[in-house]
């Protein structure tokens, strides 16, 4: 067994973890952070995308003891203060939940796109996007929901 501490969605934990232990499995078996999910385990699928250290990231691939230290984000931290991150909002408000299976990961990618990029093209976003894959294919709606969320961003920030 291995200690390592990590800051999930802002909250600190230690834990002894086996060294084997993937991220998604840390996050989902021993914080009860179910929102992040595992589609594949094989990372094509990316529905395990959260953030470590700001930067997206394929749980599935990581170990739980590569993050020791980490800051670490997950779809559960997306939301402030009760009010949907504008990329939540933006699935719901152009139906690109689909099933929801692929959601939290998808939303995790577009988070980090929009950071890098936050004025995206249509391929851009399609381009940002191309390692998370969609069962219910429902692509068109998922790049309008993270155009949405692009939009909605850019308007907070000129207002503030």
């Not at 699928?45 to 394929?58: D, I, Y």
């Not at 093209?121 to 399609?126: C, G, M, Y």
């Not at 969609?134 to 068109?140: A, I, W």
Request: with cysteine; net charge negative; hydrophobic share 35%.
């Amino acid at each position: 067994m291995t200690t390592i501490t990590v800051t999930v969605n802002g909250v600190r934990h230690t834990s002894e973890v086996e060294p084997r232990l993937l991220l998604v499995h840390y996050l989902r078996e021993h914080l009860n952070l179910t929102g992040t999910h595992i589609g594949c385990d094989t990372s094509q699928c990316g529905a395990c995308v959260v953030h470590v250290n700001g930067v997206s990231v394929k749980s599935c691939t990581m170990l739980a003891v590569q993050c020791d230290g980490a800051e670490i984000t997950t779809i559960e931290g997306l939301a402030q203060d009760g009010k949907l991150h504008p990329l939540q909002e933006g699935f719901w408000e152009k139906h690109g939940l689909q099933c929801g299976f692929c959601t939290p990961g998808m939303i995790m990618a577009a988070a980090d796109l929009l950071k890098r990029n936050p004025n995206p093209t249509e391929e851009e976003i399609r381009h940002g996007l191309e390692g998370n894959l969609c069962r219910c294919t429902g692509y068109e709606n998922i790049v309008r929901a993270v155009r949405y969320a692009a939009e909605k961003m850019a308007a907070m920030q000129a207002a503030d």
